[in-house]
């Protein structure tokens, strides 16, 4: 007879869904000839300075705990790569802490500040981790949903209305997974008197920081007012192309931090050491080739943007970030129906946009962090399933330039 374990698993837990994401990668991982757009990650390789730090690391026998928020060293080049990049100033001995990815960092951020039913704005769309986080520490996620009209961007007046007596934080990404939208830096100063009138606490995720590519980056924590109730999230998966080291970086006054880091010396203990060597490289020796890879994202970003509104899908252009958001709302499909087919007839794995939210319904998910030939031969696939269900845009050429 089967033993029924549903009476013993906590009911937060039960009611958790998986991700929509892995989903379709795990998909798309079991058939051949796929191309996928789908997961966010970088096609580079983790620059070798990085991994020769970390290999360096155990040769010279570096295996043990290191102190519960990281390596001093590193705290300190973190809280420099702060302050010249974004302009914040932290402390390395008491605000700082060296996370397992920028995830964790927005688990200990949400555990730490939550008590039973506090409300969480999240803006969305959003990345798929963010509500599930806020349930599991005993929160409510409340969504504001963001439209295309002004590029997916959150406005002071959609926070103001989204504000109840329960909220106490609210959490945003800038650039944003999945949208790519970058508020600059009034936008945030609009926002941030709307923080502050009532009082909130703001999570920044800011993961995406080095990836903007027309205006200058603005830490939330950099505005006005802001330092002392921002948990500024950021870490060195996209940037630096280490996402299979899991690396994260947590700032924020000490009050916030001497919390976070009880709950993280009881769940983590410390981030990998050898890892932490080679994120201590990335920060001293690595921008010339952070600054190479956005250059290539750009250019890709482009390619894509450009492509996608001529052959028939109508495509902001994101500010920040290696995503595109395009809506497919002109195929009558449902955003799951056209990932799905798409994947089956033309072995092309992007995200439905749902996953993200319900303001995410009738657009898709597509990471251009994929090689440019991969990126060519995705679009050809997408015109022709496009064509398929009658949407005839120009026809691509050889000649698209992408160098812009």
């Not at 799905?340 to 962090?369: D, T």
């Amino acid at each position: 007879m089967k033993k029924e374990y549903s009476h013993y698993i906590s009911e937060t837990a039960q009611e958790l869904q998986p991700s929509g994401i892995r989903k379709f990668f795990d998909l798309a991982a079991s058939m051949k000839d796929v191309i996928s757009l789908g997961v966010g990650e970088p096609d580079f390789v983790t620059p070798w300075n990085i991994r020769e730090a970390a290999i360096l690391s155990l040769e010279q026998g570096y295996t043990a705990y290191t102190a519960n928020p990281g390596l001093l060293e590193l705290r300190q080049e973190i809280s420099n790569y702060l302050r010249t990049r974004f302009a914040v100033n932290y402390d390395p001995t008491n605000q700082i802490i060296v996370t397992v990815g920028a995830s964790q960092a927005i688990d200990l951020a949400f555990r730490a500040i939550l008590n039973q039913g506090d409300e969480v704005l999240i803006v969305e769309p959003a990345f798929v981790s963010y509500a599930p986080l806020v349930a599991i520490a005993g929160g409510t996620p409340v969504a504001i949903s963001t439209s295309p009209a002004n590029g997916f961007k959150l406005t002071a007046e959609q926070l103001e209305g989204a504000i109840t007596e329960k909220t106490k934080a609210i959490l945003f990404c800038s650039p944003n997974n999945p949208t790519g939208s970058t508020l600059n830096k009034e936008e945030l100063k609009e926002i941030a008197a709307i923080v502050e009138k009532h009082d909130l606490i703001v999570i920044s995720d800011e993961i995406y920081a080095e990836l903007t590519y027309e205006e200058t980056y603005t830490s939330f924590a950099a505005i006005e007012g802001m330092y002392e109730r921002t948990i500024l999230i950021n870490g060195f998966s996209k940037g630096f192309a280490m996402t299979g080291w899991r690396l994260g970086m947590l700032a924020a006054p000490k009050e916030f931090i001497e919390v976070m880091l009880k709950i993280f010396q009881y769940t983590t203990m410390c981030a990998p050491t050898m890892l932490q060597y080679g994120a201590l490289e990335a920060l001293k020796n690595t921008f010339h080739e952070v600054d190479a890879m956005k250059r290539s994202y750009r250019m890709r970003r482009n390619y894509v943007v450009h492509t996608l509104n001529k052959i028939g899908l109508d495509c902001h252009t994101p500010g920040g970030a290696f995503y595109v958001f395009p809506s497919i709302k002109a195929t009558g499909l449902s955003s799951e129906q056209f990932a799905e087919e798409l994947l089956m007839k033309e072995k092309v794995a992007v995200v439905p946009g749902n996953v993200f939210g319900e303001s995410g319904e009738g657009y898709i998910r597509c990471s251009y962090a994929a090689s440019m030939p991969h990126l060519q031969e995705a679009m050809k696939r997408i015109q022709k399933f496009l064509e398929s269900k009658g949407i005839y845009g120009e026809k691509q050429t050889e000649e698209i330039k992408i160098n812009q």
